[in-house]
């Protein structure tokens, strides 16, 4: 089952990286998922468009998977909730803005950047 996997189609992304070979459900078909990681990103944040990193944690790669995405059930899981009203994520505990969201047609998009891993 996909329902609570960050995903990223680029392993390039990936900051750390172990192989691992299966085929997740979803819906009628498979997925092919050829390893986990993390995963830095750069999160735009409020009005002022301010920036900050978030590393995402035991990121599925899923090299033909046509998207990323991030699993809000595993915010959920560290304090990060979305706020349908004013289309952003925030903390759970005093409602502090995490990120803000873009609402296209009925889907939430987070605008942001992944930032590539550091060379050695």
Avoid: W
């Avoid at 392993?11 to 390893?35: K, P, V, W």
């Avoid at 986990?36 to 999160?43: E, F, K, N, R, T």
């Amino acid at each position: 089952m996909m329902a609570d996997l960050h995903i990223c189609n680029d392993l390039a992304s990936f900051q750390m990286f172990t192989l691992e070979y299966y085929t997740a459900t979803t819906g009628d078909h498979g997925m092919e998922i050829h390893g986990y990681g993390d995963v830095l990103i750069a999160i735009k944040i409020g009005n002022k468009q301010l920036i900050q990193q978030f590393t995402l944690k035991n990121v599925a790669y899923t090299p033909k998977f046509h998207m990323n995405l991030v699993c809000a059930a595993k915010l959920h899981k560290i304090g990060i909730i979305i706020d349908q009203v004013s289309n952003r994520l925030q903390y759970n505990d005093d409602g502090g803005v995490f990120a803000n969201l873009i609402n296209h047609r009925d889907l939430y998009l987070l605008d942001t950047t992944v930032l590539p891993p550091k060379k050695p």
